[in-house]
């Protein structure tokens, strides 16, 4: 069974650094691209970015370019979101997830989700 | 970017009804979309990828149709477990982006 497990909820104050993690088991970690989404509280889903464990190939949304690093160590199956310096307004639900691939073809659509890191930075 | 335009942002409607949800691109990206359930405080559900192929497992009251900009979401008979949200998501070209979310209300 494909799982993505999560590290659990952070609160933080502004300017601090966090990075949060994403395990996953019951499939080629390596070769399967992996990505995160944002939520903010009560609004719609935003594509951050994904990476390619196998050869760390990364690919950010502008939007998010700069204020994170998404990582990924494959010998440990686990990927990785990192901020340097929290802002209040990177208060948000934020999920992993595994690209598909099905009958031989990947496609740039999410099919297993972890379950969410809330992320909560407040003063 | 591309930016995806989902209407209704919410419909009301009634177990056994039949519901459309609509998605449009602003610009072409061929077959290149996925939709999405979420359910409060759950992550997110592939139902539909490439515009019309079903995931495995989901029912198959569940489909999707459409190419170029314009597509559809349709749920056949709804069910109490559909009360949910859903979103589209082009796959055609970076950055990815996702509709604004479309929410299904019981009547």
């Known amino acids: 069974e494909v799982q993505l497990v999560q590290s659990g909820a952070e609160v933080k104050k502004p300017g601090e650094s966090l990075k949060i993690s994403c395990k996953g088991s019951g499939y080629s970690f390596s070769n399967f691209w992996i990505g995160w989404v944002r939520q903010m509280p009560g609004k719609g889903l935003e594509w951050m970015g994904i990476?390619?464990?196998?050869?760390?190939?990364?690919r950010y949304s502008p939007s998010f370019k700069g204020q994170v690093t998404i990582s990924a160590d494959k010998s440990i199956s686990t990927a990785y979101l990192q901020w340097r310096s929290l802002e209040a307004s990177d208060t948000a639900m934020y999920y992993c997830?595994?690209?598909?691939?099905?009958?031989?073809?990947?496609?740039?659509?999410?099919?297993?989700w972890g379950q969410g890191t809330l992320v909560t930075v407040s003063s | 970017d591309i930016q995806m335009t989902q209407s209704p942002s919410s419909v009301s409607a009634s177990v056994g009804d039949r519901v459309t949800i609509t998605c449009r691109a602003s610009q072409g990206i061929s077959s290149w979309l996925a939709w999405y359930q979420q359910r409060p405080g759950k992550a997110p559900k592939l139902l539909i990828y490439?515009?019309?192929s079903l995931q495995s497992g989901v029912p198959s009251r569940f489909s999707g149709s459409g190419s170029g900009t314009d597509f559809t979401l349709t749920i056949s008979s709804l069910q109490p477990e559909d009360f949910a949200t859903y979103y589209c998501q082009q796959g055609n070209s970076f950055p990815r982006t996702f509709g604004q979310g479309t929410k299904l209300e019981i009547k």
């Open positions: 490439a515009a019309s």
């Open positions: 997830a595994k690209h598909l691939c099905s009958d031989n073809s990947c496609y740039s659509y999410f099919d297993n």
């Open positions: 990476i390619y464990p196998g050869d760390s190939d990364t």
